[in-house]
């Protein structure tokens, strides 16, 4: 991987971790899975297509959540990457 793609992933994990942080996020989040949890709650015995799409829904949130997260990592395991090359790049030097 060479500095300038681990560059790119230490700006997206920053960006995605300015996103998930970012308190206007949160609430939008809370919001929608505690409507959604009301949508399930209101639901009747016989109406599996709509808890399916209900579940379908918490689901995508699930997986926005955790690429926001893997971002996150990424760009923190990018970060640490170049800071060694960086690192061992002065040591050779010195």
């Given at each position: 991987?060479?500095?300038?793609?681990?560059?790119?992933?230490?700006?997206?994990?920053?960006?995605?971790?300015?996103?998930?942080?970012?308190?206007?996020?949160?609430?939008?989040?809370?919001?929608?899975?505690?409507?959604?949890?009301?949508?399930?709650?209101?639901?009747?015995?016989?109406?599996?297509?709509?808890?399916?799409?209900?579940?379908?829904?918490?689901?995508?949130?699930s997986f926005?959540?955790?690429?926001?997260?893997?971002?996150?990592?990424?760009?923190?395991?990018?970060?640490k990457t170049?800071?060694?090359?960086?690192?061992?790049?002065?040591?050779?030097?010195a």
């Amino acid at each position: 991987m060479n500095d300038e793609h681990l560059r790119d992933q230490i700006n997206e994990g920053l960006d995605a971790d300015s996103f998930i942080s970012n308190p206007r996020y949160q609430k939008a989040k809370v919001l929608v899975r505690a409507n959604l949890f009301r949508e399930f709650e209101k639901t009747g015995f016989k109406d599996s297509q709509e808890r399916d799409e209900i579940w379908r829904k918490l689901q995508a949130l699930s997986f926005i959540e955790n690429n926001l997260e893997r971002a996150i990592r990424d760009g923190e395991n990018a970060s640490k990457t170049l800071l060694s090359r960086i690192k061992d790049k002065v040591l050779r030097v010195a």
